[in-house]
């Protein structure tokens, strides 16, 4: 158990319907990440945060957004949704300072039909 | 940019065989270099990591050297088990200002160990 946990664990949709995935970090990490994890596209980044700060980007589509809240815990909103945004979604969180050892949750499997 | 290239998969062993997995890096900066392990259905588990080169990162009998000079970081293990049957993930960071603490990973590796 990494210590970071994701909600839901499976969600089935409909294109172009709007969901929202969960992420709490460990206990102290300040930095999130999210993942999308395809089987075309591999593992690719998305987005960081980094105590409520938005801090890099990745190949997130516009129809993807994301935030942090003030406890630390973070939204992935996926809008218009495509067949092709079907994939598993990782969140993972670190620690500032140290070398980026980043600890990842189980992940959201979403499935847009 | 940041990229990673390991071998294709997948590999096939059997049990107490010698195990290498090749990773090679392409990176900007000074990279820390990481393995992660996806056992089936679940998620990403941190299983070594190297930040300076010529570090070697160990963990549960597997060992990676951070190489500079080849840029590598090659995944070994002396006798698999059934039991390390999984996706293994090379993946590199390389902190910069625009790209954050971001991971950069490689394709994975599917090894299958047989009894």
Not at chain 1, 13 to 36: E, H, K
Not at chain 2, 68 to 97: I, M, N
Request: charged share 20%; glycine share 10%; with cysteine.
């Amino acid at each position: 158990d990494s210590g970071v946990t994701q909600t839901p664990k499976h969600l089935i949709t409909a294109t172009g319907q709007r969901v929202t995935l969960r992420c709490s970090p460990r206990s102290g990490d300040l930095s999130v990440y999210w993942y999308q994890q395809s089987l075309d596209q591999g593992l690719q980044f998305l987005i960081q945060y980094y105590n409520g700060e938005e801090r890099a980007k990745g190949n997130i589509l516009e129809r993807f957004s994301a935030q942090q809240f003030p406890d630390l815990h973070s939204e992935l909103n996926l809008s218009s949704l495509e067949l092709g945004d079907s994939a598993l979604y990782f969140c993972a969180s670190s620690v500032a300072g140290t070398n980026n050892e980043q600890f990842f949750g189980p992940g959201t499997r979403l499935t847009v039909l | 940019g940041n990229s990673v290239t390991q071998m294709e998969g997948p590999v096939t062993l059997s049990e107490e065989a010698f195990l290498t997995i090749n990773c090679t890096y392409t990176a900007t900066g000074y990279p820390s270099l990481f393995w992660y392990v996806q056992y089936p259905g679940e998620g990403l588990q941190l299983l070594l990591k190297a930040t300076k080169a010529d570090d070697k990162g160990s963990n549960k009998g597997f060992e990676a050297t951070y190489r500079k000079e080849t840029t590598s970081f090659h995944l070994e293990k002396g006798s698999v088990q059934v039991s390390d049957s999984a996706v293994y993930f090379c993946a590199l960071s390389d902190r910069g200002k625009s790209s954050g603490d971001k991971l950069t990973f490689g394709t994975g590796t599917r090894l299958a160990v047989r009894p």
